[in-house]
């Protein structure tokens, strides 16, 4: 068996905290509405000089440092996003430059929406095991207030923004992400219209439709990836799910009879952050010490294609 390790994490959020009472202020919505039903509270908006290249670039400058580990070391690195400053060069190019990572350093953007990150994961344990260099860095990023239409409550008052990194180092003796990954193609449900559309590069969501996809994919995935490392889920130590919305999480852990107590995340204060959400609770729990050298993550991420996405992930 070969796979990957966790070696170290970074984020990076927006300074503009945005709360309920803020939106409350420019659409029909209200504090208790948002809390009841999502469980946000408040969010992190980019303002000013602030992008996604920034975000992801400090993100991923903190893992490299907490890891000891120097751009040369570097053979992947792939950012996970669908909010990306430039449809093209992807924002893994503009890492490359201000990283200074090497020339033949392989660096693309992944788009799988809110499972990116974890597509991420198994994506560059793949190209790992080809690459000359053994350590890659996985980022998920988003500038999702971009992609807001604030007349519409039903969507405005659901996302934020954020970057969180995860630098991880293929091994032969490592264990297997046992990566679980799959796709429902729909474009109805969740999307963001491109140029040909002639739409607006606004969020359009059919939450219920959404909804009831996820309290089916989230859970089935966790199971799928305990069954394929052949560990029972009570071994897991820690369970990352994407910060979608606090009611799927507890419909999630209630249907996996798991210890809520390994569920915590930070929705109430990060809103959904898309393909960041996973990296950036990853990075609260290791920084935390809630998931410590040798214990295993079960990450789970789930959004618009529909796609989802498993793994199981050891910290180093
Ligand atoms: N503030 C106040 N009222 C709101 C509101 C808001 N921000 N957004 C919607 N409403 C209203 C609706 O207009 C509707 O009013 P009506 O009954 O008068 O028509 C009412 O609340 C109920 O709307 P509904 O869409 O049925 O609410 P819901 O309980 O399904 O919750 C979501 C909406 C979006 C929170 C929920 O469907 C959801 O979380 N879906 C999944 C979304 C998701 O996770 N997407 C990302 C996946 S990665």
């Known amino acids: ?20 009472h803020d939106l409350a202020k420019i659409v029909d919505t209200n504090d208790e509405w948002i809390v009841s039903r999502t469980g946000i509270s408040s969010r992190r908006h980019c303002s000013g000089g602030e992008t996604h290249a920034g975000l992801c670039l400090a993100a991923a400058r903190q893992a490299l440092e907490r890891g000891g580990i120097a751009p ?19 924002a893994a190019c503009l890492l490359q430059k201000e990283l200074g990572l090497p020339e033949d350093t392989v660096c693309f953007d992944l788009n799988a929406a809110c499972s990116g990150f974890v597509y991420g994961l198994h994506v560059a344990e793949c190209l790992l095991a080809a690459a000359p260099r053994k350590y890659a860095l996985v980022i998920g990023g988003e500038v999702l207030s971009r992609l807001m239409d604030f007349t519409d409550r039903s969507t405005c008052v659901l996302f934020g923004d954020g970057a969180g ?57 966790a199971k799928e990836v305990a069954d394929k ?49 996973v990296p950036l609770l990853l990075d609260e729990l290791v920084t935390s010490g809630a998931l410590a050298s040798g214990q295993k993550a079960l990450c789970v991420g789930f959004g618009a294609g529909l796609t989802w996405g498993g793994a199981l992930l050891e910290l180093a």
């Open 229 to 277: 490392a052949g560990i029972p889920l009570e071994q897991v130590d820690r369970f990352v799910f994407h910060q979608a919305n606090q009611r799927i999480i507890d419909f999630a852990v209630k249907k996996l009879k798991v210890d809520p107590a390994k569920c915590t995340g930070n929705i109430a204060r990060t809103g959904n952050t898309s393909a960041a959400s």
């Open 72 to 90: 040369e070391q570097i053979g992947v690195c792939i950012v996970a996003t669908v909010s990306q400053d430039y449809f093209t060069p992807a």
């Open 1 to 20: 068996m070969n796979g990957i390790k966790l070696i170290s994490t970074g984020s990076a959020l927006p300074e503009r905290v945005v709360t309920n």
């Open 165 to 221: 990194a995860a630098l991880v180092e293929w091994g032969e003796r490592f264990p297997s992400l046992h990566a679980v990954l799959g796709c429902r193609g729909n474009a109805e449900a969740l999307n963001v219209p491109g140029i040909r559309t002639g739409l607006p590069s606004y969020v359009h969501m059919d939450g219920q439709t959404v909804f009831r996809f996820a309290v089916e994919a989230l859970p089935h995935c």
